[in-house]
């Protein structure tokens, strides 16, 4: 992991306080990476498909392959 060290208002540094304390967040790290994801998404940057995006490509594959995705999710637990 890299450092990214960022200047924040008084009010900013408070509220990353509460959100630690109330338990959401374990420190302020974690906050700044969800925050980021959360914009990167919003704004679509990320690369990674979002369950949406995830949902579409199973129904167009159960689709082509005419199974439902359950069924196929069986099938493939099945094989283990």
Aim: charged share 40%; no cysteine; glycine share 4%.
């Amino acid at each position: 992991m890299v450092t990214l060290t960022a200047d924040v208002t008084k009010g900013i540094k408070d509220m990353t306080q509460k959100l630690i304390k109330t338990g959401m967040y374990k420190s302020q790290s974690e906050i700044v990476r969800d925050a980021i994801r959360q914009l990167a998404y919003k704004y679509k940057i990320d690369t990674a498909p979002s369950i949406e995006e995830v949902r579409e490509i199973l129904d167009r594959a159960a689709k082509k392959s005419g199974k439902s995705l359950a069924k196929t999710v069986r099938e493939i637990r099945d094989e283990e």
